[in-house]
């Protein structure tokens, strides 16, 4: 129960109280949790310490709204983890979810200097830039933008990227077998054109993932910006 003596104020107390019940399993995915009022007279305290606890487990991604029906326990976030070279595509699968990208942007152009200097290309040179939204089912998860050299690719422009793994593609069409990569994260929180894609407030925390990936001659393949939404997305180390 919660302790009014506690200098723990009691909204924090209470969101622990309900986060747990999500953890322990007493309340499970999809299920609706009782209302602000329910919640207030079986612990004791106001509308608005209830209101501001189930607030912030809202925003934090544990909980969602329905409009007029009531608040749920959120779907388990994916989690990844980084000590080996991944997939997006292939993670899901083996997650039991079933991935899903589709293309908003794709075109050849000269490389920026920065892309140009990451994937060591001559000036002048030229990149696919592909911006994808990665989905699990119908749910966006991820907007992803790659630049790729347009000499190891040829034709690119010409493949069906929904419909196949762009991995795959590289290899199998390619010869090119992406094979290891360096990945930076930071926090960030999304802008409007961002929460539009995937679906979440402006504002909302996201990671921002930059990725540079290698084939098996250690050259640049990949260039990838990735904006990860922090609600959906955990990402773990195991440290030796």
Request: neutral net charge; proline residues 7%; charged residues 30%.
């Amino acid at each position: 129960m919660l302790d009014n003596n506690n200098v723990i104020p009691l909204y924090h107390q209470l969101k622990q109280i309900l986060r747990e019940k999500v953890e322990s399993g007493e309340w499970r995915p999809n299920d609706m949790i009782p209302s602000e009022a329910q919640l207030a007279r079986q612990y004791g305290v106001s509308r608005a310490t209830t209101r501001r606890a189930v607030d912030d487990l809202t925003r934090e991604g544990l909980f969602y709204r329905q409009h007029g029906k009531g608040t749920f326990v959120s779907p388990p976030n994916i989690v990844q983890g980084l000590s080996r070279f991944y997939s997006f595509s292939r993670d899901m699968e083996n997650k039991g979810l079933r991935p899903r990208s589709k293309v908003l942007h794709l075109h050849e152009g000269k490389a920026d200097p920065k892309v140009r200097k990451a994937l060591r290309l001559e000036e002048g040179a030229t990149v696919y830039e592909l911006r994808r939204l990665r989905l699990a089912g119908d749910e966006p998860i991820i907007l992803e933008t790659s630049w790729l050299p347009a000499e190891l690719f040829p034709g690119l422009i010409a493949k069906d990227l929904e419909s196949q793994r762009l991995y795959d593609l590289m290899e199998k069409v390619y010869g090119v077998r992406p094979v290891n990569a360096e990945e930076y994260f930071e926090p960030i929180c999304v802008d409007e054109y961002e929460s539009q894609m995937l679906g979440v407030p402006i504002g909302a925390p996201a990671l921002l993932l930059h990725r540079m990936t290698f084939d098996e001659k250690e050259r640049p393949v990949e260039v990838c910006k990735s904006i990860v939404r922090g609600d959906k997305c955990r990402y773990y180390v195991r440290l030796p």
